[in-house]
């Protein structure tokens, strides 16, 4: 999907520097204000219609996690593990039967079935394997730049503007920063919107392994980055995320404690929007910026609904 040629952006009151020295703050994830920001969602380990496929004495897809990833020591002990579980759970089940199959086939879809199969899944083994991936997110050397489609959401100013005292920048996407981040090591590179899922279409960890059984990480990566649970729908979010691993600092990117910050031209700016809250000294710097580089300068004031609207200051 295109990215719309206009997103915004919201500062606290604490980056009124932005003013004076133009730079978006590219963050790590720990840094999000959402506890499960980028962690992946994941309903299960094996889809249903594996566990079915195992049971019917189909051949076990075990995964070749990648010698990077901090499951790759215990692995195939966690997939022997949990398909012994399985075969003994069956067994014990029908244990008197003279053919599985047919039994099987008709228990596993009830709530009964489900209940007996995928609580060995579910309750014992995910919960450790999400803490694995988790582990390597966070280590990952990423960098995150949030953008969204609503300027005047007032949940976003009091959460995001430091309970309207902070500003919204107005940002033109087809400058060649939203493109040229991606390439070979930096596929994720591209600004892309957000989706927003319920934990109830979320995927399986086999979902993210290849039929000769490698474990696809990078696909399980972008997921994490850009999907989110549904009750933060109302943001409308962008991002564009890149791996940071290896970059050198130069005269446009300098490390901090929060992630990157990579200095903009002034005319990626197409529009400036104090918060309601905002101070005269944050006001005064906003004037001179917008007048400088004829930007458009908006006040936000409340209505009457209790929503906000921008207004034009004159310069």
Same mark, same amino acid.
């Given at each position: ?29 720990? =840094? ?105 997110? !966070? ?53 892309? !919107?957000?989706?927003? !899922? ?37 943001? !409308? ?61 908006? =006040? ?16």
């Amino acid at each position: 999907m295109p990215a719309p040629q206009r997103l915004y952006k919201f500062f606290s009151d604490a980056r009124t520097s932005f003013f004076d020295s133009p730079q978006f703050l590219f963050r790590h994830p720990e =840094q999000f204000n959402d506890f499960f920001d980028c962690a992946p969602q994941i309903q299960g380990v094996y889809r249903p219609d594996y566990i079915k496929s195992f049971l019917m004495g189909s051949i076990i897809l075990r995964a070749k996690i990648p010698p990077l990833s901090p499951m790759h020591n215990d692995s195939n002990e966690f997939y022997n593990t949990f398909d012994a579980e399985l075969e003994s759970k069956c067994i014990d089940l029908f244990k008197n039967s003279q053919d599985l199959a047919p039994q099987i086939i008709t228990f596993i879809d009830t709530p009964k079935g489900q209940k007996e199969f995928f609580e060995i899944d579910k309750y014992k083994h995910l919960p450790r394997i999400i803490n694995k991936i988790n582990s390597q997110l !966070k280590n990952q050397f990423l960098a995150i730049f949030c953008l969204t489609e609503n300027a005047t959401n007032k949940v976003m100013w009091a959460q995001y503007a430091n309970d309207n005292k902070g500003f919204v920048l107005e940002i033109n996407t087809e400058n060649n920063l939203f493109h040229e981040i991606k390439d070979k090591k930096n596929s994720l590179g591209c600004l892309k !919107k957000v989706a927003y !899922k319920p934990i109830s279409k979320a995927r399986f960890v086999t979902d993210y392994i290849t039929p000769n059984g490698d474990f696809r990480y990078n696909a399980l990566l972008r997921d994490a980055i850009f999907t989110k649970q549904t009750i933060w729908s109302f943001e !409308k979010e962008w991002r564009i995320a890149f791996i940071t691993e290896g970059l050198l600092p130069s005269n446009n990117v300098t490390r901090c404690d929060a992630g990157l910050l990579i200095s903009v031209p002034s005319s990626i700016i197409k529009g400036v929007y104090l918060g309601t809250r905002a101070s005269d000294e944050m006001r005064d710097s906003a004037i001179k910026f917008c007048t400088k580089h004829d930007t458009p300068l908006f =006040q936000m004031v409340p209505t009457p609904d209790q929503e906000f609207t921008a207004e034009p200051v004159i310069l």
